[in-house]
T-cell receptor, first 113, second 112 residues
Framework: GENVEQHPSTLSVQEGDSAVIKCTYS??????FPWYKQELGKRPQLIID?????GEKKDQRIAVTLNKTAKHFSLHITETQPEDSAVYFC????????????FGKGTLLTVNP | ETGVTQTPRHLVMGMTNKKSLKCEQH?????MYWYKQSAKKPLELMFV???????ENNSVPSRFSPECPNSSHLFLHLHTLQPEDSALYLC???????????FGNGTRLTVT
């Protein structure tokens, strides 16, 4: 099965700085990589996703990059704001089952005003 | 409004109790999921149903029993749980196996 490693586990930045969270996956057949944001006491919400036929995707202040050769993908948040503070999860869809999404352990991002 | 509604939000139960968690999705999706979220661990997939048929059963102990009577409703029946089963149980839905997940707000379960 798939294994997803996520780093760092905690990240603290100043408002306006950029934040980068990195994930690696084990199964080269994985083809779908979403990122979820979970605020304290709330449900995880999809913020951006990328498929294996694309190297980069951007949505306003958020971008995701994928390196299939190295089997890693990253979340980039620019001009961070206090409301970006949350736990961020990366995930990879295992090529053997379209339903099975494997998650990383999460990164607690704190944006200090 | 999340589109995926879970009840109850909180549940405390003893190890000998039987209880059920309920999930309802209003998105017209075909697949529904149960995930377990414990502190400092990744979200763990428990069960997946597609069009009321179970397509994934991720080696979950038999004290957890899912039920999917139709594509909008999903239950998780709980029986003789252990304290280590205390966690946030998240329900999710997706249009199909290749679409993003939409999560509910979860049920915070405490087993005493």
């Amino acid at each position: 099965g798939e294994n997803v490693e996520q780093h760092p586990s905690t990240l603290s930045v100043q408002e306006g700085d950029s934040a980068v969270i990195k994930c690696t996956y084990s199964d080269s057949a994985s083809n779908y990589f979403p990122w979820y944001k979970q605020e304290l006491g709330k449900r995880p919400q999809l913020i951006i996703d990328i498929r294996s036929n694309v190297g980069e995707k951007k949505d306003q202040r958020i971008a995701v990059t994928l390196n299939k050769t190295a089997k890693h993908f990253s979340l980039h948040i620019t001009e961070t704001q206090p409301e970006d503070s949350a736990v961020y999860f990366c995930a990879a869809r295992w090529g053997g089952s379209n339903y099975k999404l494997t998650f990383g352990k999460g990164t607690l991002l704190t944006v200090n005003p | 409004e999340t589109g995926v509604t879970q009840t109850p939000r909180h549940l405390v139960m003893g190890m000998t109790n039987k209880k059920s968690l309920k999930c309802e999705q209003h998105l017209g999706h075909n697949a529904m999921y149960w995930y377990k979220q414990s502190a400092k661990k990744p979200l763990e997939l428990m069960f997946v149903y597609s069009l009321e048929e179970r397509v994934e059963n991720n080696s979950v102990p038999s004290r957890f029993s899912p039920e999917c009577p139709n594509s909008s409703h999903l239950f998780l029946h709980l029986h003789t749980l252990q304290p280590e089963d205390s966690a946030l149980y998240l329900c999710a839905s997706s249009q199909d196996g290749d679409s993003p997940l939409h999560f509910g707000n979860g049920t915070r379960l405490t087993v005493t």
